[in-house]
């Protein structure tokens, strides 16, 4: 149990245009989910952390104007990068959480990562 | 700043070696801590976690950790690795003053393994 998956894996698009990312808890109901950029070889930055049916938080430094964040079911968080330039040029991966029973902290699960290309 | 530390980048190992990556955090108060694996052209795996108790915590394919609070630290460690072992490793921390589910990854640490 506990998969996520993301739709597209790959993404290559023209400078200027708009791509949305899908992430999806297929066998959970997912709580919170989380929208995390990673360049080559560097660590994972959080972007933004959605909660189903209210406005994304984002992270100090993200542009909430450029990568919208929609997280309309307890399944389902979109990201849609606006405007994309080839600077945006990255691999995007989002993560679920869930309750576990009785914690305090609710463990995240991975999606595969989208790599968006901006040519 | 509050951070999570990774000082390995890039660690080189021959198969059958001892494995030790260091991890150390910069948050106050109380953490969970966690490391995660991405092996080559895959997603995040969780490896192990900790949360409280024993801080000596046994994850998945013989891989353990060392929660030392004084130190601030979480080091991995897998006493004979395999070449199969070849992966991307980060440590990560949930402060718990954040919110429920937040975590803050390391820069990670990159292991090849030699055959």
């Known amino acids: 149990g506990a998969v996520v998956s993301q739709h597209p894996s790959r993404v290559i698009c023209k400078s200027g245009t708009s791509v949305k990312i899908e992430c999806r808890s297929l066998d959970f109901q997912a709580t919170t989910m989380f929208w995390y950029r990673q360049f080559p070889k560097q660590s994972l930055m959080l972007m933004a952390t959605?909660?189903?049916?209210?406005?994304?938080?984002?992270e100090q430094g993200v542009e909430k104007d450029k990568f919208l964040i929609n997280h309309a079911s307890l399944t389902l968080s979109t990201l849609t990068v606006t405007s994309a330039h080839p600077e945006d040029s990255s691999f995007y991966i989002c993560s679920a959480s869930r309750t576990s029973g009785g914690s305090p902290y609710n463990e995240q699960f991975f999606g595969p990562g989208t790599r968006l290309t901006v040519l | 700043a509050q951070s999570v530390s990774q000082h390995n980048h890039h660690v080189i190992l021959s198969e059958a070696a001892s494995l030790e990556l260091g991890c150390n955090y910069s948050y106050g108060g109380t953490v969970n801590l966690f490391w995660y694996v991405q092996y080559p052209g895959q997603h995040l795996q969780l490896l192990l976690k900790y949360f409280s108790g024993d801080p000596l915590v046994k994850g998945i394919k013989g891989f353990e950790a060392e929660f030392i609070k004084s130190k601030f630290s979480f080091n991995l460690r897998k006493p004979s690795v395999q070449w199969s072992d070849t992966a991307e490793y980060f440590c990560?921390?949930?402060?718990?003053?954040?919110?429920?589910?937040?975590?803050?990854f390391g820069s990670g640490t990159r292991l090849s393994i030699r055959p």
């Open positions: 990560a921390v949930n402060p718990f003053y954040s919110s429920a589910s937040k975590i803050i």
């Open positions: 959605s909660n189903e049916g209210s406005k994304a938080t984002y």
